[in-house]
């Protein structure tokens, strides 16, 4: 079974033609599925394909994140995927605190969108065996540049001031621990 979320733009950073940002989620007995829909391709920068492996710093572009915390634990995962295939996957002991890169035995799987048609739509899989066994807050986010250099922060949820997609606010959803059908 999936849900479609929607995203929302931070105030403080408005999109100039990205009209909207939404996630259908999945959940499987190994991981999450997820495919985030962006309207206004047009004006949408992507990244070139490159070869799908840990990247750093892809955050500074457009960008598709998930934050995961296993319920009652101080510490949580982020990762980071571009529409270029590559991704990052980062363990917090807390708040922005004692970030390390997080092993992934299984690497993320991250299927670059269609150069036509709209939305653009990139489709990705999470293992989480080596994650968590119960339920999880979850936050959901995107980094969008368009063509022209404008950044806007999508959320599912943000906390007051600037954008900060670590802030525990962020962590609006929660998921059950996956069936093991």
């Not at 653009?120 to 999880?136: C, M, Q, S, T």
Request: proline residues 9%.
């Amino acid at each position: 079974m999936s849900r479609v979320l929607e995203l929302t733009c931070h105030p403080q950073t408005p999109a100039n033609a990205i009209r909207r940002v939404r996630v259908e989620l999945g959940q499987s007995f190994d991981g999450l599925l997820l495919s985030y829909f962006v309207e206004g391709k047009e004006a949408l920068s992507l990244a070139a394909g490159a070869p799908s492996e840990r990247t750093a710093n892809l955050w500074q572009t457009t960008c598709f994140e998930m934050f995961l915390r296993p319920a009652g634990a101080r510490g949580y995962h982020e990762y980071n995927f571009s529409p270029s295939t590559q991704w990052a996957a980062y363990a917090f002991d807390g708040y922005r605190e004692g970030m390390t890169d997080l092993p992934c035995p299984v690497p993320p799987s991250v299927e670059r969108g269609e150069e036509t048609g709209e939305p653009y739509v990139v489709r990705i899989h999470v293992d989480l065996n080596d994650i968590a066994k119960g339920p999880l807050r979850i936050g959901l986010s995107a980094v969008i540049e368009e063509k022209d250099g404008t950044k806007s922060y999508w959320a599912l949820a943000h906390p007051p001031g600037k954008p900060d997609f670590h802030h525990p606010a962020c962590f609006a959803l929660e998921l059950p621990a996956p069936s093991a059908s």
